[in-house]
T-cell receptor
Framework: AQSVTQLGSHVSVSEGALVLLRCNYSSSVPPYLFWYVQYPNQGLQLLLKYTSAATLVKGINGFEAEFKKSETSFHLTKPSAHMSDAAEYFC????????????FGPGTSLSVIP | DSGVTQTPKHLITATGQRVTLRCSPR?????VYWYQQSLDQGLQFLIHYYNGEERAKGNILERFSAQQFPDLHSELNLSSLELGDSALYFC???????????FGPGTRLLVL
């Protein structure tokens, strides 16, 4: 069965500092991996996705993530945090077929300190 | 604006009642997904429909049911409501499946 863990339910960084949000997954099949962001009182928005192409995936708003099969990880990074990055971030995993469920991690709340 | 619409935005009802949540996917998207988000359970996948057919089920209670109509809009029916069903219900759509999902703004359900 697929599962997702996100280390740290809450992360605080200073404005301009590196953002690192951790995601580990378990999957019996080659996974599709996603990072979504949720701003207060809004729906989720895709940041980036991995679908077995390049292992380093670039997304919107300066975020990127690296797929490491040996570590079963898909950590999200951004070189310099901005106040507008404060939000809830969700990692998700799915298989490649329409019969596969999409499993979301518990989420990490990111705070950016001025 | 993701292009996915959900109605109503807010719903207040009583225990034991039945409600219907509606989702209109982006134009041309064949897949519709339903999720429940609550403080204690987090974001839970409920069900996925692709071109009118149920494709995957997650943690969906037997009191809940869904369907996707020929025009591709979807409805989530919640019956015999309990206090614990209070949550934010999201619908998402994608062109095919296992691609980028575009989320609607959600329906906030409060069961009193």
């Amino acid at each position: 069965a697929q599962s997702v863990t996100q280390l740290g339910s809450h992360v605080s960084v200073s404005e301009g500092a590196l953002v690192l949000l951790r995601c580990n997954y378990s999957s019996s099949v080659p996974p599709y991996l996603f990072w979504y962001v949720q701003y207060p009182n809004q729906g989720l928005q895709l940041l980036l996705k991995y679908t077995s192409a390049a292992t380093l995936v670039k997304g919107i708003n300066g975020f990127e993530a690296e797929f490491k099969k040996s570590e079963t990880s898909f950590h999200l990074t951004k070189p310099s945090a901005h106040m507008s990055d404060a939000a809830e971030y969700f990692c998700a995993v799915s298989g490649a077929t329409s019969y596969d469920k999409v499993i979301f991690g518990p989420g990490t709340s990111l705070s950016v300190i001025p | 604006d993701s292009g996915v619409t959900q109605t109503p935005k807010h719903l207040i009802t009583a225990t034991g009642q039945r409600v219907t949540l509606r989702c209109s996917p982006r134009s041309g998207d064949l897949s519709v997904y339903w999720y429940q988000q609550s403080l204690d359970q987090g974001l839970q996948f409920l069900i996925h429909y692709y071109n009118g057919e149920e494709r995957a089920k997650g943690n969906i209670l037997e009191r809940f049911s869904a369907q996707q109509f020929p025009d591709l809009h979807s409805e989530l029916n919640l019956s015999s409501l309990e206090l614990g069903d209070s949550a934010l219900y999201f619908c998402a759509s994608s062109p095919l499946y296992q691609e980028t999902q575009y989320f609607g703004p959600g329906t906030r359900l409060l069961v009193l």
